[in-house]
């Protein structure tokens, strides 16, 4: 359990975004590994099994409260990035040379955080889970169309969010 | 933005994401989940899952279940059958009496307003109805954006 359950949380928070409920999510996680010990006790694939029943917990904990706020969450588009200037960023390595202190690997998840529910999710399905877009639409009941464009938007929120705090960043540390 | 800018945008913040570490687990987590096991081991079985319960309870449950299914069905044609479910329903016919009545004093109501719909123009009526379906989307558009404004300034505070 020590050796997974990091993974466990993470999963379930960068989903949820929020600790009390994500740990709850850990907590039936590591219930139901219980209940099925013996298969995972000799499965060399035990940590993908905790992570998929993780991953389907903290979905279904987020379609839950989805059902009830969708239409006000979702109503008059976004505030984002679709009509905004292009955002500079740098080169991947330069940019992860900036990333690597632990402040600012916690600035990147606080700016993920930052991202609205239905960009994060499929963000973070996609570039941490590895789900391929059309089973992301599935999992979701959304179009395959709006997973693309939800998954853009947020690529490019979260690189305006980062640029902004890069900024803020050197002009501290200055 | 054009697709080499986002196939660059996606490589950017793939390489940030990938790298990221774990977060920790808090404290004491394990030990919740300990004693959270802990507490449902003692659970007696019959508040536990169906799953959970003995084999020969879960049998016996399914029997007698089937056994009063079928016990209700019977009974249910028994006193169909029987005169006694006659002095019975009509018992409540008489009881509900007043359920006719009702219904006799909404028809007339019914007519009232029928007629005066049918005297006024039909350019007033859809203009009521024109008016009520903009005060219903002005509505939703002003919860809409009060939630929008209030959930932008949680996120952002």
Same mark, same amino acid.
């Given at each position: ?24 999510? /850990? ?51 976004? /505030?984002?990035?679709?009509? /905004? ?90 | ?13 793939? $390489? ?10 808090? #404290? $004491? ?5 300990? #004693? ?34 079928? #016990? ?17 329903? $009509? ?10 009545? #009702? ?26 109805? $024109? ?9 939703? %558009? ?10 932008? %300034?949680?996120?952002?505070?």
């Amino acid at each position: 359990m020590c050796k997974y359950q990091d993974m466990v949380f993470t999963t379930s928070v960068r989903l949820v975004r929020n600790e009390a409920q994500a740990e709850d999510i /850990s907590q039936e996680v590591f219930i139901k590994a219980h209940e099925n010990f013996e298969m995972l006790s000799t499965s060399p694939s035990a940590g993908g099994w905790l992570k998929t029943v993780a991953t389907n917990l903290s979905l279904n904990h987020l379609q839950r409260y989805r059902k009830r706020w969708k239409f006000f969450s979702e109503f008059g588009g976004d /505030s984002g990035a679709e009509d /905004s200037p292009p955002v500079e960023f740098a080169a991947p390595d330069t940019f992860f040379d900036a990333v690597d202190s632990d402040e600012r690997r916690a600035w990147v998840e606080d700016a993920l955080s930052k991202l609205p529910d239905h960009q994060r999710v499929p963000l973070v399905l996609y570039h941490f889970e590895e789900i391929p877009y059309d089973e992301i639409a599935t999992r979701l009941g959304v179009s395959l169309a709006k997973v693309k464009t939800d998954i853009l938007r947020a690529r490019t929120a979260l690189a305006k969010i980062m640029s902004r705090d890069d900024a803020s960043f050197k002009m501290l540390a200055n | 933005m054009n697709p080499h800018d986002s196939d660059k945008l996606e490589a950017a913040i793939h $390489g940030v994401l990938r790298r990221l570490p774990d977060r920790k687990a808090p #404290a $004491g987590f394990e030990g919740r989940v300990l #004693a959270e096991l802990a507490r449902r081991a003692a659970l007696p079985w019959w508040r536990k899952s169906f799953a959970h319960w003995p084999s020969f309870v879960r049998m016996g449950f399914v029997a007698g279940s089937a056994v009063a299914a079928l #016990a209700l069905v019977y009974g249910l044609f028994a006193l169909g059958g029987s005169r006694g479910a006659l002095q019975v329903a $009509g018992g409540i016919s008489n009881s509900l009496a007043w359920i006719a009545f #009702a219904r006799d004093i909404v028809s007339t109501f019914d007519g009232k307003v029928r007629m005066l719909i049918a005297a006024v123009p039909p350019l007033w009526l859809y203009g009521a109805a $024109g008016t009520v379906a903009i005060c219903y989307a002005a509505l939703a %558009a002003i919860g809409a954006a009060t939630y929008r404004a209030v959930t932008f %300034a949680r996120q952002t505070s």
